[in-house]
């Protein structure tokens, strides 16, 4: 893709350098910042080499946001099935999925963002009531957080369950009731996501594209294939890379090493499953839940973990995994503490996605292993505090603890910001709102520190931090450029904060213009 060059003058520049230095403008020459100081320095500059000027007229400038954990072609593929987030009982999910049948087509039902915590049954629907209503053609629902999935009879037989696999649900008959956990649901989102068109997959990952660019992201870090989605996802992202308006980081969740090294990836995972949500009880504790006798669980061994991880680091790979439970959380860290003393890499930087539910000395062990926390402060603000369905989960005490985002960064780790959208909204200007903003004040973090999640420290956590994360010269002239300044705006309004332009290597991938109507480059894949 091309890259420009373009100055940007009248602005209130937030660097997000060492120093945090304040500027009035930037000059970006042929994708790469090379100047940034005052409007006056900077407009000379420009028109003695014909440079277009943008006047920003007292905008906020920032490094163009990275969202550190996108289920990229997922979130894209979410748009052509029937969303159930807002359904409040099973017979409203069945008049949801009718009205998408009506719109005619072929194949399943796919129903999206189920959230069984707004029902009045506090459960999903079941295989028979899902075959009742729709006998004749499949139907599969997915879980809001990703850990499960609901399917009706004809689903079942397509898929080619046996009866035998782990994570089958049962009624109180003992048949099949629809809701697929671990082998199962594994097998039931591959089945569905393997049948997709390779066209269908580059009109998700456009999609996608489409609407990062309006929210200021410039980069995304793709948590692709693997057991969740599909290996066949894989190919888009290595196809024609530098053809799109947003960077995609790729993180292949695959436990093939060979395979990743031999497409040269430098990084594996790290979204691979150590245990599974808060929504789905199958997030790992050393307690049960409070709404079910179960402690959740963990899907891999000791013994798996260090092998992997121990040849990920001795292949230089960046590795890690998803560890939302202190079960989880602590295992993964046992075993990068054990893989890391026969393989040492300085400069691993292995992440641990969310980090949710932690014990206080894991926090310490992060530390003091420079791990990375990969996490989503959007998680606890949509999901969390009085009568959340955390709390009805884990109880008030577990759930007050939970996503600690003061106690990382005071313990000086590195925290990346993201939204593992579909989960919560691909937002960053939301997902800083809601680390200044988390549900319990103990928690919450400063402006300047929120912002470096999704600016400077999301770059690092990718090994980017020379070439991204702040407006210095020399870096890739990414910005995003908002309507007001998010450290004079009340903390509660940080939300309402709009993206006025995106540039990606000079050049303005979004804008919007004085009455509010969007305006967006037409991309190609």
Known sequence: ???????????????????????????????????????????????????????????????????????????GMASVGADLYHCSSVQEIIEALKEEENKGGEGWLCGVRLDESKLAEKRPPSLKELTESFPNRGVYLIDRGLHYTVVNQKAYDEIGYRGIEKGIGLNEEGQPDGRMHETANTMARRHFNDSMTREQRRTALQKVQEEAVQKGITTIHAMEGGEMFSDKDVDVFLEDRENKDVDFILYWDTLEIDKVKEAGLSRIGTDILSDGSIGSRTAAFDEAYCDKNTCGKLYYTDEFLIEFIGKALESHLQCGFHAIGQRAIRQILDCYEAAYQNHPWKDARFRI???????????????????????????????????????????KER??????????????????????????????????????????????????QALRMFTIDGAYSAFEEREKGSIEPGKIGDLAILSQNPYEVPSEKIKEIQVEMTVKDGRIVYSRDENNKVKTNQFSL
Do not use: W
């Open 399 to 448: 759930e007050r603890k939970a996503y600690p985002l003061r106690n990382f960064v005071e313990q000086g780790i590195v925290v990346a910001g993201g939204s593992d959208s579909n989960v919560t909204p691909m937002d960053a200007v939301l997902g800083i709102h809601a680390a200044v903003n988390h549900p319990y004040p103990e928690h919450r973090v400063n402006v300047y």
């Open 353 to 395: 996605e969310h980090f949710g539910f932690c014990d206080d000395t894991d926090i310490l062990r992060a530390a003091k292993n420079k791990i990375v926390i990969s996490t989503q402060p959007s998680f606890s603000y949509l999901r969390g505090g009085e009568g959340s369905v955390y709390q009805v989960r884990v109880g």
């Open 1 to 75: 893709m091309q890259k420009e060059s373009r100055a940007f003058v009248n602005g209130n520049v937030i660097t997000m350098d060492e120093n945090d230095t304040r500027a009035e403008g930037v000059l970006v020459r042929e994708g790469r910042i090379t100047e940034v100081g005052t409007s006056k320095d900077i407009e000379k500059a420009a028109e003695n080499e014909g440079i277009p000027v943008e006047n920003l007229q007292g905008r906020t400038v920032l490094p163009g946001f990275h969202d550190c954990h996108v289920h990229v072609i997922g979130t």
